[in-house]
């Protein structure tokens, strides 16, 4: 069996040590080099040509994300960021995954050898992933516009848009890896008066606060972190809470969100099972379900079963995916009805809420 080769980039003597514990300890992947800056990491990927690099944010010679910006956009290869647990470092993240990594880990910021002991499950997981995501040349687009607002403010919608034929539609999102980007691709390209959007994106504790912040900030729609209890109305976007279980009721007419700490499902908290499950008991015909990349089959099940209760189904395909897990296993489940580019799928939802357009791919 090929071994995964991994090289560790941190300015932590501990953290590398560890990292480099943590992954020879497994029998599918070794640690062929551990560096201390980017320098030293550059000659690294020369010489010994790794799959997979873990790297670090803060780093002396070179920031880590300066190194991922050149990185990928000359040598274009699979990331796993390792990022300390704060808010900060949560912004941070975000614009690694802009930049092309494919993952994270939240590092703790105290208790580093104990901490990264527990989350060595996780991580060496995250890198056999890394190892099987598609990758590409990254050159940075231009910034989107951030939306200005005041506080409190309605959106108002664009010229030329029109008032959807029904307020009733609910847009369910499930992802996992790559999935910051495909719903970020997604969500700017929607109109202010789109219908309300639910959404579960594997996601700590720590990060999805930032997440949800950073869209709000780039998009037409308001974007935020799903609240126990409010109402789910059009025109906004609720991303469920990292380490927290979201999903949808009624009230009366209306569609309530519900938050609580129940257990992972599929070993994930938030898990998309959970959503999609709320989303085909409650939504039923009104639900319109969207499956984005991510590694293994959370939520297929639930996808099937949002189908049989009436709603109507996409999933990205394999060529936009950076994994192409997720999709796969609700396509094979019989839940989709339709496989889109990840490019396509904005403007395929507004079509199917306005009762518009034609069938492509259909399954």
Known sequence: MQKIKVVVVDDSALVRSLLTEIINKQPDMVC??????????REMIRELNPDVITLDVEMPKMD?????????????????????????????????????????????????????????????????????????????????????????????????TTRLLSTEKVICIGASTGGTEAIKEILT??????????????????????????????C?????????????????????????????????????????????????KPSVEVLFKSCARVLGPNAIGVMLTGMGADGATAMKEMRDAGSYNYAQDEASCVVFGMPKMAIQAGAVHEVLPLKSIAKALMERVNSAGGVRHRI
């Not at 062929?32 to 990491?41: E, F, H, S, V």
């Not at 994270?104 to 208790?111: D, H, L, M, S, T």
């Open 32 to 41: 062929i080099g551990a560096a201390n800056d980017p320098l030293q990491a």
């Open 220 to 268: 037409k729609i308001r974007v935020s972190e799903a609240v126990d209890g409010q109402r789910i109305l059009p025109g906004h976007a609720y991303i469920a809470p990292g380490g927290r279980q979201f999903h949808i009721e009624r009230s009366g007419a209306n569609y309530v969100a519900a938050v609580d700490d129940s257990p992972p499902v599929n070993r994930h």
């Open 64 to 160: 880590g994300l300066e190194f991922l910006s050149r990185l990928m956009r000359l040598r274009p290869m699979p990331v796993v960021m390792v990022s300390t647990l704060t808010e900060q470092g949560a912004d941070t993240t975000l614009r690694a995954l802009e930049m092309g990594a494919v993952d994270f880990v939240a590092k703790p910021r105290i208790g580093v050898a104990s901490g990264l002991s527990a989350l060595g499950d996780e991580i060496v997981e995250k890198i056999r992933i890394a190892s099987k995501a598609r990758v590409s040349r990254h050159v940075a687009p231009p910034a989107p516009p951030t939306i200005p607002r005041e506080e409190g403010a309605s959106v108002s919608r664009p010229l030329g």
């Open 189 to 218: 390209e929607l109109p202010a008066d789109s219908p309300a959007i639910v959404i579960t994106q594997h996601m700590p504790a720590g990060f999805t606060t930032s997440f949800a912040a950073r869209l709000d900030s780039l």
